[in-house]
């Protein structure tokens, strides 16, 4: 995931209408969420621009 802006996430105008709930070990949470603090990004906006990629990424033409 490359992160080479900071300002990433839901474009502006958009409403959030969903939600996805994952299980995953609380130290692997805790090391993410250090990390995109320490560099001055949203957790959630990251996971957003994944999805989003994995999405463009693996369409079907």
């Known amino acids: 995931m490359s992160n080479t802006k900071k300002n990433v ?3 502006s105008g958009r409403k959030k209408t969903a939600k ?6 609380p130290e692997i949470k ?3 969420m ?6 001055g990004y949203v957790p959630s906006s990251q996971l957003y621009r994944y999805i989003r ?3 463009s990424d693996n369409k079907k033409e």
């Open 20 to 25: 996805i709930e994952i299980a995953i070990e």
């Open 9 to 11: 996430g839901r474009p």
């Open 53 to 55: 990629e994995f999405i």
């Open 34 to 39: 250090s990390i995109c603090y320490s560099k």
């Open 30 to 32: 805790e090391e993410f």
